[in-house]
């Protein structure tokens, strides 16, 4: 596999914003609901699978390396929104 290049970091950086959203705006299945009133069949079990998923996915794009294995792609990147926002999931779906 060849090293990624830094328009692919910044794009996997980027769409991690995603996720960051997802977990900051429905931080409360109540949220969820009001802000998808046309879902009326996702259960809360289900809703807080969604935000694991997304806990989860922040958490491998965190953990990205280079080719080597050891060394991060990330350099200069702020993690705090992503922090945050896995502290939160994580006190969602726990």
């Known amino acids: 596999m060849l090293e990624r290049t830094a328009d692919e ?3 996997i950086y980027s769409t991690a914003g995603d996720s960051v959203t997802l977990i900051n705006k429905d931080a409360n299945f109540a949220a969820y609901q009001t802000a998808n009133e046309w879902d009326k069949t ?7 699978a ?3 998923r997304n806990v989860k996915h922040l958490q491998i794009i965190k953990a ?4 080597d294995g050891t060394t991060s792609i990330w350099t200069s990147e702020s993690f705090t929104d992503i922090d945050a926002a ?3 999931g994580k006190a969602i779906y726990s």
């Open 86 to 88: 896995i502290t939160t």
């Open 9 to 11: 970091i910044a794009v």
């Open 64 to 67: 990205y390396t280079k080719t």
């Open 42 to 48: 996702t259960t809360e079990t289900e809703w807080k």
């Open 50 to 52: 969604i935000i694991e």
